[in-house]
């Protein structure tokens, strides 16, 4: 069972930047997402990243953030910029057998715990 670990979340005023780490516990070769969700709603997919490292952005989120991984460490990232009051939740990675254009939760099997990202005005 691959296990998740997401980090580097937090406060910041709006207009900051964060950024989030997953550690994954074995090397993978799959989809790597990042989700969000805010309270009530589903969550929803921000950024992927595939084996071949074609990235794919949420409208919200294209221009700000970035998502990225290290083969070597097994650590994907996202690097959000200019961060909006929007883009606060709770952040979850998470691994799918592909990466492919409007995914949903249902299409990843493994996720991580989340980590909380708060923005302020």
């Known amino acids: 069972q691959v296990q998740l670990v997401e980090s580097g979340g937090g406060s910041v005023q709006a207009g900051g930047s964060l950024s989030l780490s997953c550690a994954i516990s074995t090397y993978s070769t799959r989809c790597m997402a990042w989700f969000r969700q805010t309270p009530g709603n589903e969550r929803e997919a921000v950024a992927s990243i595939d084996s071949t490292g074609r990235e794919r952005y949420a409208d919200s989120a294209k221009g700000r953030f970035t998502i990225a991984k290290d083969n070597a460490k097994n650590i994907v990232y996202l690097h959000m910029n200019s961060l909006k009051v929007e883009d606060s939740g709770v952040y979850y990675c998470?691994?799918?057998?592909?990466?492919?254009?409007?995914?949903?939760?249902?299409?990843?099997?493994?996720w991580g715990q989340g980590t909380q990202v708060t923005v302020s005005s």
């Open positions: 998470a691994r799918g057998p592909l990466c492919f254009a409007h995914m949903t939760p249902s299409n990843f099997h493994d």
